[in-house]
T-cell receptor, first 107, second 111 residues
Framework: RKEVEQDPGPFNVPEGATVAFNCTYS??????FFWYRQDCRKEPKLLMS???SGNEDGRFTAQLNRASQYISLLIRDSKLSDSATYLC????????FGSGTKLNVKP | NAGVTQTPKFRILKIGQSMTLQCTQD?????MYWYRQDPGMGLKLIYY???????DKGEVPNGYNVSRSTTEDFPLRLELAAPSQTSVYFC??????????FGPGTRLTVL
């Protein structure tokens, strides 16, 4: 079983839509959680850390559910510029990257 | 702060040639990493280092070597390039508890 699993998508949504991605992890002792964004042919960039109490950054909300071992990313009012691949990252002594979920926001 | 820088941006190699991909960070991070990413695929860890003088293999180390003589630099050496090494190579750095920060990548084609 992979340490981190994500639905590869693609998620095709219209502008203005709300979209959510989940990411499951296998190790219940995982320590830190992050969401990254990767544009086509570019490096991954940190979008936000995920805290136990949940956290929000503008249109983006990240949540952690330790009991069910998943993290989520909610994007409200999607913009064309949100089109990218979203990677979840979980740490347990080392970093484990998911393979990413592709989001296409259409006009 | 330049963050993580990588050179070259692009390179074409012939089969059997060798080259070194350079990676430098100016954030005083102890941890540094090399990944490769094939088209449409996820990141695969090649090698990592937890400090100067200490390196360890990741999941796909064959065909590569690394060294870490300073905190700032973490070069990746390809010996006897093969078409299977055609990929995008990303270097990253972090502290023990921080997220990783990535360089812009090197696009390598082996023909």
């Amino acid at each position: 079983r992979k340490e981190v699993e994500q639905d590869p998508g693609p998620f095709n949504v219209p502008e203005g839509a709300t979209v959510a991605f989940n990411c499951t992890y296998s190790n219940s002792a995982s320590q830190s959680f992050f969401w990254y964004r990767q544009d086509c042919r570019k490096e991954p960039k940190l979008l936000m850390s995920v805290y136990s109490s949940g956290n929000e950054d503008g249109r983006f909300t990240a949540q952690l559910n330790r009991a069910s071992q998943y993290i989520s990313l909610l994007i409200r009012d999607s913009k064309l510029s949100d089109s990218a691949t979203y990677l979840c990252v979980v740490t347990f002594n080392k970093f484990y990257f998911g393979s990413g979920t592709k989001l296409n926001v259409k006009p | 702060n330049a963050g993580v820088t990588q050179t070259p941006k692009f390179r074409i190699l012939k089969i059997g040639q060798s080259m070194t991909l350079q990676c430098t960070q100016d954030m005083n991070h102890n941890y540094m990493y090399w990944y490769r990413q094939d088209p449409g695929m996820g990141l695969k860890l090649i090698y990592y280092s937890v400090g100067a003088g200490i390196t360890d293999k990741g999941e796909v180390p064959n065909g590569y070597n690394v060294s870490r003589s300073t905190t700032e630099d973490f070069p990746l050496r390809l010996e006897l390039a093969a078409p299977s090494q055609t990929s995008v190579y990303f270097c990253a750095s972090s502290t023990r508890d921080s997220p990783q920060f990535f360089g812009p990548g090197t696009r390598l084609t082996v023909l």
